[in-house]
């Protein structure tokens, strides 16, 4: 019995005069009442909002752990298999003749910028360090806290949080859009990824309710990102000017220095927006690229060079070998409130690794349409490879420099506590003032501080425009002016008012709520892309055997 011929096209209504002329009015008008709900609640009852996100966050950390973890490590295999298969490799995203739309450095930097640049400065150096002194190995006694024994451990956990696992998220969502809709011709949305699976369905409320699940999702990813973000641009501007406001008694950035960091990164943000993808995001990107190789020549010629290399090679294998035992392992708590080893592997795993899952299945739909929509005419293959692995590389390479760095002066370059206690965002900052003298600490802090700002303003810029392309059923032209301009207002105002509910954490459990209904999305998403290219295996060895009859 022949296949049916695979669904081309989806009906996907949108307003045809007024205010919301070119967009779908459910998807527009529920994303920003829910957003908006979420808003006032935060802002107008702030202790409220904070003690039930807590519990929220509780309850879903207790029971979705085998979940992430098995999800993530399926959005690997799915990756890469489909790049590794001959046939499924050499596949063109897009039809034929289609050339890519931009130079592949311009292609690599607007994807390691919208994915993930922001992050990589703050944890580069924060997150080698907090692992040197505490990780699974350690709790299980493999290896000695803060020990010279602990630092490829070290860098095996921070490797697996930011390598495969991360770009694997953001990869397998760009490529089923990609092909959906550059290969079939359907709307760049979300919805489109699940055509094999539910066909036209998806015309009505089931594809915007998944439409408006990945718009929540997407604000509330990003809001991570730029919270961190801009918690440590506070940091950085304080390490430069000295102003007390914007740092409080215990080094951390103060809720009035986010929200200022906040008003300027944002208005940033919609002017980028507002010239599109191919103006001020591209050049912010290059930008960012460029600035990114300088930071990077600098710890590289000033920083522990043979320690970072050694910690690179050594820890890059640690963690290739290691990665389907880190991928699968789940510690689970014994159901007592001991303080036993168990308890604490749990907790760790909680903390990190299934918080990173959630971060990164948030940030997935905006990121990985973002990728499909730079991907064009490119083939699956160069396609993961472009998304999944090199800037993987290029993070292990970062945290291996800077963090590595920072490693070495704790432990043989006499630094003390000065890097290890000091503030998550300003960990970076704290190494380069024991490194280098007051005024070119300042000079190389204003670097930073750029960086983070372009950083920044590429990753919201990049997030508004993918939301109001998921809110116009997939129309990628530059549309609606006033649109993005509300999409920037609102991005804002929602990270403003999680930080005054509960700062950082508060944005943290906003985001692990929003990424459990996308990670269903994802899963079938998954299935939908695998399903589509075996039926189209099918209908071209039948196609075949017409044109070339046994003789």
């Given at each position: 019995?022949?296949?049916?011929p695979?669904?081309t096209?989806?009906?996907?209504q949108?307003?045809?005069?007024?205010?919301y002329?070119?967009?779908?009015t459910i998807?527009?008008?529920?994303?920003k009442v829910l957003i908006g709900?979420l808003?006032?609640?935060?802002?107008v009852w702030s202790?409220q909002?904070?003690?039930i996100?807590?519990?929220?966050r509780?309850t879903?950390?207790?029971?979705?752990?085998?979940?992430?973890?098995?999800a993530v490590?399926f959005?690997i295999?799915?990756?890469?298999?489909l790049?590794?298969?001959?046939t499924?490799?050499r596949?063109m995203?897009?039809?034929p003749?289609?050339?890519?739309?931009?130079?592949?450095?311009?292609w690599?930097?607007?994807?390691f910028?919208a994915?993930?640049?922001i992050?990589?400065?703050?944890y580069a150096?924060?997150?080698?360090?907090y692992?040197?002194?505490?990780n699974p190995d350690?709790?299980?006694?493999a290896?000695?806290a803060?020990?010279a024994d602990?630092?490829i451990?070290a860098y095996?956990?921070?490797?697996?949080?930011?390598?495969f696992s991360?770009?694997?998220c953001?990869?397998?969502v760009?490529?089923?859009l990609?092909?959906?809709s550059?290969s079939?011709?359907?709307?760049?949305?979300?919805?489109s990824g699940l055509?094999?699976?539910f066909g036209?369905?998806?015309e009505?409320?089931?594809?915007h309710?998944?439409?408006i699940?990945?718009?929540i999702a997407t604000?509330l990813g990003v809001?991570?990102?730029?919270g961190?973000?801009?918690?440590q641009?506070?940091s950085?501007v304080?390490?430069?000017t000295g102003?007390?406001?914007l740092m409080n008694a215990?080094?951390t950035?103060t809720v009035?220095?986010?929200?200022?960091a906040l008003?300027?990164v944002?208005?940033c943000?919609v002017?980028s927006a507002?010239?599109g993808v191919?103006?001020?995001?591209?050049?912010?990107?290059n930008?960012?690229?460029?600035l990114?190789?300088?930071?990077?020549a600098?710890?590289l010629?000033?920083?522990?060079?043979?320690?970072?290399?050694?910690?690179l090679?050594?820890?890059?294998w640690?963690?290739l070998?290691n990665l389907?035992a880190?991928?699968l392992t789940?510690f689970?708590?014994?159901?007592t409130?001991?303080d036993n080893m168990q308890?604490?592997?749990a907790?760790?795993q909680?903390?990190?690794?299934i918080f990173?899952w959630?971060?990164w299945?948030?940030f997935a739909?905006?990121?990985g349409?973002?990728l499909?929509?730079?991907?064009?005419?490119?083939?699956?293959?160069?396609?993961?490879?472009?998304?999944?692995i090199?800037?993987s590389?290029?993070?292990?390479v970062?945290?291996a420099f800077?963090g590595?760095?920072?490693i070495d002066?704790?432990?043989?370059?006499?630094?003390?506590d000065?890097?290890?206690?000091?503030?998550?965002?300003s960990q970076l900052?704290?190494?380069?003032?024991?490194m280098l003298s007051?005024l070119?600490a300042?000079?190389?802090?204003a670097?930073i501080?750029?960086?983070?700002?372009?950083?920044?303003?590429t990753?919201?810029d990049?997030a508004?425009?993918?939301?109001?392309?998921?809110?116009?059923?997939g129309?990628e032209?530059?549309?609606?002016?006033?649109?993005?301009?509300?999409?920037g207002s609102?991005l804002?105002?929602?990270?403003?008012?999680?930080l005054?509910a509960?700062?950082?954490?508060?944005?943290n459990t906003?985001m692990i709520?929003g990424?459990?209904?996308?990670?269903?999305?994802?899963?079938?998403?998954?299935?939908?892309?695998?399903k589509a290219l075996?039926r189209?295996?099918?209908?071209?060895?039948?196609?075949?055997a017409v044109?070339n009859?046994?003789?």
């Amino acid at each position: 019995m022949p296949l049916k011929p695979p669904l081309t096209d989806l009906d996907i209504q949108t307003a045809d005069n007024g205010f919301y002329e070119g967009f779908n009015t459910i998807v527009s008008v529920g994303s920003k009442v829910l957003i908006g709900v979420l808003i006032v609640w935060a802002a107008v009852w702030s202790i409220q909002a904070g003690e039930i996100l807590s519990n929220i966050r509780s309850t879903i950390d207790a029971n979705t752990g085998p979940w992430y973890m098995y999800a993530v490590a399926f959005f690997i295999v799915t990756a890469l298999g489909l790049a590794l298969y001959p046939t499924t490799g050499r596949l063109m995203l897009g039809q034929p003749g289609d050339k890519p739309e931009f130079s592949s450095f311009s292609w690599f930097s607007m994807m390691f910028g919208a994915g993930i640049g922001i992050g990589m400065l703050t944890y580069a150096t924060a997150e080698p360090i907090y692992h040197f002194g505490i990780n699974p190995d350690t709790i299980t006694g493999a290896t000695t806290a803060s020990a010279a024994d602990n630092v490829i451990s070290a860098y095996k956990w921070s490797f697996l949080h930011w390598g495969f696992s991360a770009w694997g998220c953001y990869a397998i969502v760009g490529l089923a859009l990609a092909f959906f809709s550059y290969s079939r011709g359907l709307p760049l949305t979300i919805r489109s990824g699940l055509t094999p699976l539910f066909g036209r369905a998806l015309e009505g409320p089931l594809g915007h309710v998944i439409d408006i699940v990945s718009v929540i999702a997407t604000i509330l990813g990003v809001a991570v990102t730029i919270g961190y973000g801009v918690s440590q641009f506070a940091s950085g501007v304080f390490n430069i000017t000295g102003a007390a406001w914007l740092m409080n008694a215990e080094g951390t950035p103060t809720v009035a220095g986010m929200l200022t960091a906040l008003v300027v990164v944002m208005f940033c943000s919609v002017l980028s927006a507002l010239s599109g993808v191919g103006k001020g995001i591209k050049w912010l990107s290059n930008l960012n690229m460029g600035l990114s190789f300088f930071i990077l020549a600098f710890f590289l010629v000033f920083g522990s060079t043979l320690f970072a290399f050694r910690s690179l090679f050594v820890g890059l294998w640690d963690y290739l070998i290691n990665l389907p035992a880190m991928s699968l392992t789940l510690f689970r708590p014994d159901g007592t409130d001991a303080d036993n080893m168990q308890n604490a592997l749990a907790g760790w795993q909680g903390g990190w690794t299934i918080f990173y899952w959630a971060w990164w299945i948030a940030f997935a739909p905006f990121v990985g349409l973002f990728l499909a929509r730079i991907s064009r005419g490119r083939t699956v293959r160069e396609y993961v490879l472009g998304a999944m692995i090199v800037p993987s590389l290029m993070c292990f390479v970062w945290f291996a420099f800077a963090g590595g760095t920072a490693i070495d002066l704790t432990l043989n370059g006499g630094a003390g506590d000065q890097i290890t206690g000091a503030g998550i965002s300003s960990q970076l900052f704290a190494m380069i003032n024991f490194m280098l003298s007051p005024l070119l600490a300042k000079l190389m802090s204003a670097v930073i501080v750029v960086l983070l700002l372009t950083y920044l303003v590429t990753s919201a810029d990049s997030a508004i425009l993918i939301i109001n392309t998921i809110a116009a059923a997939g129309d990628e032209s530059p549309k609606g002016r006033l649109h993005i301009i509300a999409w920037g207002s609102i991005l804002g105002f929602v990270i403003g008012a999680l930080l005054v509910a509960g700062g950082l954490d508060a944005i943290n459990t906003a985001m692990i709520i929003g990424a459990l209904p996308f990670s269903v999305v994802m899963v079938l998403m998954c299935l939908s892309l695998i399903k589509a290219l075996y039926r189209d295996g099918r209908r071209a060895k039948a196609a075949e055997a017409v044109a070339n009859p046994a003789e």
